[in-house]
T-cell receptor, first 113, second 113 residues
Framework: AQSVTQLGSHVSVSEGALVLLRCNYS??????LFWYVQYPNQGLQLLLK??????LVKGINGFEAEFKKSETSFHLTKPSAHMSDAAEYFC???????????FGQGTRLTINP | EPEVTQTPSHQVTQMGQEVILRCVPI?????FYWYRQILGQKVEFLVS????????KSEIFDDQFSVERPDGSNFTLKIRSTKLEDSAMYFC???????????FGPGTRLLVL
């Protein structure tokens, strides 16, 4: 069975600082990995996805994530935080042949002016 | 840009009542999903639907729940006799194929009193 752990339920960074949101996964077969963002009172929007192509994946709004098989990680980064990045971020995993996404518990990102 | 839509955005119901949550998936998508997010908890998979039948479901999706695609565009989740613990945000999602990216709607916030 697949699972996802997001380290840190809350992360706070200053505007302009590096954003690092951590995600570790567990899967017995090669995974597909996703990051979704949820802005207040909105649904889940896809930020980026890894589906066994390039290990460094670029997404929308300047975010990127690197798949590291040896560390079973898929951390999300952005070089310079913007106030508009304040939201909840969810890491999710699925595998070929399974239809469901398994989500982490989410990380709430706060940006300080 | 095509998107998944959901109605209503909010619903309040009395315990024991039936509710139907509605979704219009993206038009060329073939796989449809329901997830829920209890306040402060993870997004949890409920059910996936393909070719007019349930293809996968979670333990949460018991006999009180049902899904239907009554016509060529709508996808519904019915809860027959709501319980207090059914209070949650319910997300509909759709994808072109089972391994393709799932696109989420804005959610329906259900409150059971």
């Amino acid at each position: 069975a697949q699972s996802v752990t997001q380290l840190g339920s809350h992360v706070s960074v200053s505007e302009g600082a590096l954003v690092l949101l951590r995600c570790n996964y567990s899967s017995s077969v090669p995974p597909y990995l996703f990051w979704y963002v949820q802005y207040p009172n909105q649904g889940l929007q896809l930020l980026l996805k890894y589906t066994s192509a390039a290990t460094l994946v670029k997404g929308i709004n300047g975010f990127e994530a690197e798949f590291k098989k040896s560390e079973t990680s898929f951390h999300l980064t952005k070089p310079s935080a913007h106030m508009s990045d304040a939201a909840e971020y969810f890491c999710a995993v699925s595998v070929q042949g399974a239809q469901k996404l398994v989500f982490g518990q989410g990380t709430r990102l706060t940006i300080n002016p | 840009e095509p998107e998944v839509t959901q109605t209503p955005s909010h619903q309040v119901t009395q315990m024991g009542q039936e509710v139907i949550l509605r979704c219009v998936p993206i038009s060329n998508h073939l796989y449809f999903y329901w997830y829920r997010q209890i306040l402060g908890q993870k997004v949890e998979f409920l059910v996936s639907f393909y070719n007019n039948e349930i293809s996968e479901k979670s333990e949460i999706f018991d006999d009180q729940f049902s899904v239907e695609r009554p016509d060529g565009s709508n996808f519904t989740l019915k809860i027959r006799s709501t319980k207090l613990e059914d209070s949650a945000m319910y997300f509909c999602a759709s994808s072109e194929r089972d391994t393709k990216t799932q696109y989420f709607g804005p959610g329906t916030r259900l409150l059971v009193l």
